[in-house]
């Protein structure tokens, strides 16, 4: 699974997905920071990434825009405002029961 972090989650998550095995990237190490989230689905989408966010509402906004136009995009995955540990594990248990298939193009609640 390959998951790009929306820039505001905590870094110490990013860390704990990738000791679970996932090819994580943060918005800092793919230099977008800055970038609104249209770019940055737009940006993971074209890396083959789903993003992982707390931003529920521009998301879930960005998604059915996505879906109005007939675009694709390779999932989002968005999480509550918890403690990274909580955060990653909810994550560990969402990817672990879906296939990379069965995340494109959708709006997912871990």
Known sequence: ???????????????????????????????????????QLEFATSMGRCILTHNRVDFERLHIQYMEDNRQHC?????????AYEVAQRIGILVS?????EITNQLLYA
Not at 13 to 39: A, I, N, W
């Open 75 to 83: 999932g989002i995955i968005v999480v509550p405002q918890k403690n």
């Open 1 to 39: 699974m390959r998951i790009c972090q929306h820039w505001f989650l905590h870094l110490l998550v990013s860390t704990l997905l990738r000791s679970r095995g996932l090819d994580m990237k943060t918005v800092p190490e793919q230099s977008t920071l800055g970038r609104t989230d249209s770019e």
């Open 97 to 101: 029961a879906l296939a990379v298939d």
